[in-house]
C-alpha cells in the first residue's frame, strides 16, 4: 500500500469516527442537552452508597441517575474534550433489559466511565489508533473486565480520551483529537488516562483507567480528582486493547479513579468484593481486607510517615512542594511521626531501569499500529530515538555526558534503544535486587506509608510532554517496586505563594530538570490542581484508601475543593 493511500485511510477513519460522535451525542435525547437542574446536582453530590441503596430498593431511577451523568459527560465534553465512544443509547437499553444489568448488585445503577482502552462489545476499541478503527467487529461481547462490571450492577456510558503510546502526560491521538484540563484549557488534562481525570473531576462519578508510569496518579494530580495505583494482580485487566502488547518489565495495571474519595474507596470494595479472580486469571484471590483498613483508619493509631521530598533527578515546584507540606503539617497536627528519606536508595537508578524496561522494544510496537502520517505524542517520539544508527545515539550520548557535562540527562539518552532478550534478563534482574533493597529499607525504617509529590510540576502545557517526558520519577518509581499507592487533590496553584524566588536558575539544574521547569510559571499555572501521593507497599490497597481518609480528614478546612459541576452549565456549544 503506499504512504498516500495509506494517510488518506487515516484521514478518512478519523473523520468518520469524529462524525459518529457527534451524531451519538447529537441524537440523545433532549434531557441530556438540558443545563444541570438542582435534583442533577444533589445527584451528583449524594454519597455513592445512598444511589446505591436507593436504586436498590427502587427508590431512585437508575434511568434518573443515568441522564444525570450523561448530561454531565456531554457538558464535559463540550469543555474538554474528553469522550471518545459514547454508550449512553446502549445503557438505556441495557436498564430496559434488567437481565443485562444486576440491579441488586454493589454498584446497582452506578453509571462508570472507561479508558478508551477497555473492550466494551459491540463499540470500537481504538486506542486513539485509525488503524484500529472498525475493530468491534472482533469484539461483539464485553470483555471480562466489563462483564464484571455489569454483573456487579454499573452501567457502562462513556470511554475517554487517551494517547496512541499510553506514554504521556497528555491525552491527545487523530482519531479524538485534544482532551483539555477542565481549569485551564491550555494545559494538559495528563495522560495515559487524561480523559477519564477531566471527566470525574468536571462531575463524573467512578472510573477505570490503566497506570504504567503514574497513568492514572498524574491525570488525578493534573485535574483534580482521586485515583488509587494497585499492585498487579488486585484489580483485574483482561479484556482489553494495549498499544505495548507483551510488555512485562514495568508491569500495567488496570486501577480505580473517583471524583470523591469516599467513592474511590467504595468502588475499589465493590470490585474486589465481586472475586475479581473468577473473571481474570492473573487477579489473586485475595478479598477484601477491612481488618487491614480499620487498623490504620483507626483514629488512635499513630502513624509513621515517611516523606519523600524530592527523587533527586528534579526537585518538586513550589506549588508542589507547598502541597506535600501542607499534607506533613496535618499529619504532624494529629500526633503522626514524620520520618525523613535521604538515604532512601538511588532513585535515578529507578527511572534509568525503568525507562531501558518500559522502552525495551525501542517503541516498536506503539509505532507498528500508526499509519503513515499518523500524529504521535512529543514525549512519547523521543523514544523512537532508539531507532536512529547507533553512531548518532552514540555521539548524542558523549555530546551531553562531555560537552553538556550533563551526567543524568547522557545516561537516559544512552539508554533509549532496543535491547536484547539477554539484556532485558539482566535489567529484570537488576529490578529485583532494586526491589529487594527498598524492601529492606521500608523494614528498616518501619514506615506505615510515604508521602511524596505526583510530579515535580502540576499540569503541563500542551505539547510540553517533549521536556517533561523524563519527569516522571515520583510515580515511576512505584511501578518499578509494584507498589500500591493513591493520589488525593490537597491544593491549587497560587500565583502569590508559588512563585520560584527571585534566585532561582534553571541553568544550575541537570538536563532533565531544565527541560522541566522551562513550563513552569505560576502566574499563568494559578488555579490548577495540585495532589499528593500517599503510598503503601504490595496489595495494601485497604491500608492505602484509609491513610488517604486520615489525610484528607487531616486537613480539615483545608481540604480540596472539587471543581463545581454547576459551572458545566455555562459551557456553549
Not at 477497555?118 to 486506542?127: E, L, Q, W
Not at 456487579?152 to 502526560?169: E, R
Not at 472510573?207 to 496518579?217: K, Q
Not at 520520618?339 to 532513585?347: L, N, S, T, Y
Request: charged residues 25%; contains cysteine; hydrophobic residues 35%.
Amino acid at each position: 500500500m503506499s504512504f498516500l493511500s495509506d494517510h488518506l485511510r487515516h484521514k478518512r477513519d478519523c473523520n468518520f469516527k469524529r462524525a459518529e460522535r457527534r451524531e451519538r451525542i447529537s441524537s440523545l435525547g433532549p434531557e441530556y442537552h438540558a443545563a444541570l437542574s438542582g435534583k442533577d446536582l444533589d445527584t451528583i453530590n449524594k454519597p455513592i452508597a445512598e444511589l446505591v441503596s436507593g436504586i436498590q430498593s427502587n427508590a431512585i431511577s437508575p434511568f434518573s441517575v443515568l441522564r444525570t451523568y450523561g448530561k454531565a459527560a456531554v457538558r464535559a465534553h463540550l469543555k474538554t474534550n474528553c469522550l471518545t465512544e459514547v454508550l449512553i443509547s446502549a445503557a438505556e437499553d441495557s436498564l430496559k433489559n434488567s437481565k443485562d444489568i444486576n440491579l441488586q448488585g454493589p454498584l446497582a445503577g452506578i453509571p462508570i466511565s472507561l479508558k478508551d482502552t477497555i473492550i466494551v462489545g459491540g463499540f470500537d476499541t481504538t486506542v486513539g489508533y485509525s488503524s484500529f478503527v472498525g475493530n468491534k467487529a472482533a469484539n461483539p461481547q464485553d470483555g471480562p473486565m466489563v462483564r464484571l462490571l455489569k454483573d456487579a450492577g454499573a452501567i457502562p456510558y462513556v470511554k475517554t480520551n487517551l494517547p496512541i503510546s499510553l506514554l504521556s502526560y497528555e491525552s491527545t491521538n487523530d482519531v479524538w483529537g485534544r482532551c483539555t484540563n477542565p481549569y485551564n484549557k491550555a494545559y494538559s488534562p495528563g495522560g495515559s488516562t487524561g480523559g477519564e481525570s477531566a471527566l470525574l473531576a468536571c462531575g463524573g462519578r467512578i472510573g477505570i483507567g490503566s497506570d504504567v508510569a503514574g497513568s492514572v496518579r498524574v491525570p488525578a494530580h493534573f485535574s483534580g480528582c482521586y485515583s488509587l495505583r494497585c499492585a498487579t494482580g488486585r484489580w483485574p485487566k483482561a479484556g482489553i486493547l494495549t498499544s505495548m502488547p507483551g510488555q512485562e518489565g514495568v508491569p500495567s495495571v488496570y486501577s480505580p479513579m473517583a471524583r470523591t474519595l469516599d467513592d474511590l474507596s467504595y468502588f475499589t470494595r465493590a470490585v474486589i468484593g465481586m472475586k475479581p479472580w473468577k473473571y481474570d486469571h492473573s487477579v489473586h484471590p485475595l478479598a477484601w481486607r477491612d481488618g487491614m483498613m480499620e487498623e490504620f483508619a483507626d483514629q488512635e493509631r499513630r502513624l509513621r510517615v515517611g516523606v519523600l521530598r524530592t527523587d533527586r533527578v528534579v526537585d518538586p515546584s513550589p506549588a508542589c512542594k507547598r502541597a506535600l507540606e501542607t499534607v506533613e503539617e496535618a499529619l504532624r497536627r494529629e500526633g503522626h511521626e514524620i520520618v525523613e528519606m535521604e538515604d532512601a536508595p538511588d532513585m535515578f537508578e529507578a527511572l534509568r531501569m525503568g525507562a531501558l524496561l518500559l522502552n525495551a522494544d525501542g517503541g516498536w510496537w506503539f509505532n507498528s499500529y500508526r499509519r503513515f502520517g499518523e500524529w504521535l505524542d512529543t514525549g512519547a517520539s523521543l523514544l523512537s530515538f532508539g531507532k536512529w544508527p547507533s553512531i548518532v545515539r552514540y555521539l548524542s550520548y558523549l555530546w551531553v555526558k562531555y560537552i553538556r557535562r550533563d551526567n543524568l540527562w547522557a545516561e537516559l539518552v544512552k539508554q533509549t534503544r532496543p535491547i536484547s532478550a539477554a539484556e532485558n534478563w539482566g535489567e529484570v534482574k537488576k529490578r529485583e535486587a532494586y526491589r529487594a533493597e527498598w524492601f529492606e529499607y521500608w523494614n528498616r525504617k518501619q514506615f506505615d506509608v510515604l508521602i511524596s509529590p505526583p510530579n515535580a510540576l502540576p499540569a503541563i502545557p500542551h505539547d510540553a510532554s517533549k521536556d517533561t517526558f523524563s519527569n516522571c520519577g515520583y510515580c515511576f518509581l512505584f511501578n518499578l517496586l509494584d507498589y500500591t499507592a493513591g493520589i488525593i487533590p490537597v491544593t491549587h496553584v497560587d500565583s502569590a505563594l508559588d512563585k520560584l524566588p527571585s534566585t532561582f536558575n534553571h541553568r544550575k539544574l541537570n538536563g532533565i530538570a531544565t527541560r522541566a521547569y522551562k513550563y513552569y510559571d505560576a502566574d499563568r499555572m494559578h488555579g490548577l490542581p495540585v495532589g499528593v501521593q500517599v503510598i503503601g507497599r504490595r496489595l495494601e490497597e485497604e491500608k492505602v484508601l484509609a491513610v488517604m481518609k486520615r489525610v484528607e480528614n487531616a486537613l480539615g478546612e483545608d481540604k480540596y475543593k472539587l471543581f463545581d459541576p454547576e459551572l458545566l452549565n455555562n459551557v456553549v456549544d
